[in-house]
């Protein structure tokens, strides 16, 4: 077990009454009819305005620091913000990416202009951010990436295609992974590098793909021979490989993992408060426990990103069992229909469940697949 820590972290006053003031403040929104809470709102709904309304609320670069606009709180008090705006389905999508991983990418990486042009727009829910990662051809196998960054006289030149690029078409930005030189034999992983590329520059095409709900949420993004300036690379030329995997770790470990879809439960256990007293306690009571033991080991995980390591395997364990909780509970949502037919339950809870039903299954997609998280697991336990 040792090699798998995840230290025990309580909720502290302070944590309770920030969850508290963010709650309260989702509410008033809500009642206001500022926006209509939304199942995996942090990818399908995107309101810049909101973002902006978070930013000025000083919820967004919580753990920036202030000298770049940011907040120098806690990854907990972080935690405790997403958590809240998540269970209540709030319109994060538009600012979601660049808070969660490509703020802390360029504060890590990026050089003094990067941080001091970026890092506050960010922090002021003014500026978003894309994962140029995956490939037509690479997805689990990151490191076959194609696209290829050329040095040139005065820069960079970008040739390559992204794919599945959420977020793209209202972003300003995307930390792309290039090959910036041939891998060698010995070793795949070397010769790629990591770029900051300002998506409104010429060249660079952005083509929305539906997905089967048909909602559109993420792109293909063509760059043909795009002409980046020097201080476009970010980070260590040829370090990219570290560097992705470490930005995969804020990725793959948040309440988001097993939340996106706590608004049809939320319904749920509301309209059957009754019936379910009588038949249904087991299955609530099953589902409550998964995602308390989940919120334990995430806010563990980001206890642990507070204190400067790098939890890949422990955001493996996160994502798998928080992709495999989202799975189950769709299951035991469907049993229940047993008891109460589907066409009996109120429709817009037929509604989250049907969206629900057909989105979830791409959760152990998105951030990397079941397969690769269980191979890092393994590979932690010596078993590869
Ligand atoms: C909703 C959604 C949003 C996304 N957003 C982004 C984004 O913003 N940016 C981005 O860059 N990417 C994004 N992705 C892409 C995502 O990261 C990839 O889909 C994922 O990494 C899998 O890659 P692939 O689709 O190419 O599948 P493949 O890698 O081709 O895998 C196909 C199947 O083979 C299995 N497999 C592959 N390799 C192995 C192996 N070594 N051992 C065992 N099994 C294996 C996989 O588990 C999978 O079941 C998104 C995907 C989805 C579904």
């Known amino acids: 077990m040792s090699k798998f820590n995840f230290p025990f972290i309580k909720e502290t006053n302070e944590l309770s009454n920030l969850r508290k003031e963010v709650r309260e403040f989702i509410t008033t929104c809500i009642n206001n009819n500022e926006f209509t809470p939304s199942p995996d709102a942090w990818v399908f709904s995107a309101d810049p305005s909101f973002s902006k309304k978070l930013g000025s609320k000083g919820w967004l670069g919580m753990s920036f620091p202030k000298e770049y606009g940011g907040h120098q709180r806690t990854a907990l008090e972080r935690y405790v913000v997403t958590e809240e705006l998540l269970s209540l389905g709030a319109p994060v999508a538009?600012?979601?990416?660049?808070?969660?991983?490509?703020?802390?990418?360029?504060?890590r990486y990026g050089n003094e202009k990067q941080k001091s042009s970026i890092i506050p727009r960010i922090?002021?829910?003014?500026?978003?951010?894309?994962?140029?990662?995956?490939?037509?051809d690479s997805g689990s196998d990151l490191a076959s990436v194609k696209t290829k960054a050329t040095k040139t006289k005065n820069g960079w030149k970008l040739e390559g295609r992204k794919i599945w690029s959420t977020g793209a078409h209202l972003a300003h930005y995307m930390i792309v992974l290039a090959r910036t030189s041939p891998a060698s034999e010995k070793n795949r992983h070397e010769g790629l590098s990591q770029f900051l590329v300002d998506l409104s520059l010429p060249n660079v095409k952005i083509t929305g793909i539906p997905d089967m709900t048909g909602q559109r949420h993420f792109n293909e993004t063509l760059f043909d021979n795009v002409e980046l300036s020097d201080d476009s690379l970010l980070g260590e030329e040829g370090k990219g490989w570290k560097q992705v995997v470490g930005e995969l770790a804020l990725e793959r470990s948040g309440p988001e993992r097993f939340l996106s879809h706590f608004t049809l439960l939320d319904s749920f256990i509301n309209e059957f408060r009754n019936s379910l007293i009588h038949s249904g306690t087991k299955i609530v009571g099953k589902l409550i426990s998964e995602i308390q033991t989940l919120r334990r080991m995430s806010f563990s995980v980001a206890s642990m990103l507070q204190s400067g390591e790098s939890p890949e395997t422990q955001a493996a364990?996160?994502?798998?069992?928080?992709?495999?909780?989202e799975k189950m509970m769709i299951e035991t949502l469907r049993e229940f229909s047993n008891i109460v037919p589907l066409?009996?339950?109120?429709?817009?809870?037929?509604?989250?469940?049907e969206d629900a039903t057909l989105r979830i299954p791409s959760n152990s997609l998105r951030g990397g697949t079941t397969e690769i998280m269980k191979g890092i697991i393994a590979r932690q336990l010596g078993l590869r």
């Open 94 to 107: 538009a600012h979601w990416i660049a808070d969660r991983q490509s703020g802390s990418q360029i504060l």
């Open 123 to 136: 922090t002021a829910g003014e500026c978003f951010f894309a994962i140029g990662m995956s490939e037509p």
């Open 317 to 325: 364990f996160v994502k798998e069992l928080g992709n495999k909780f």
């Open 343 to 353: 066409h009996e339950w109120p429709n817009q809870l037929q509604n989250l469940f």
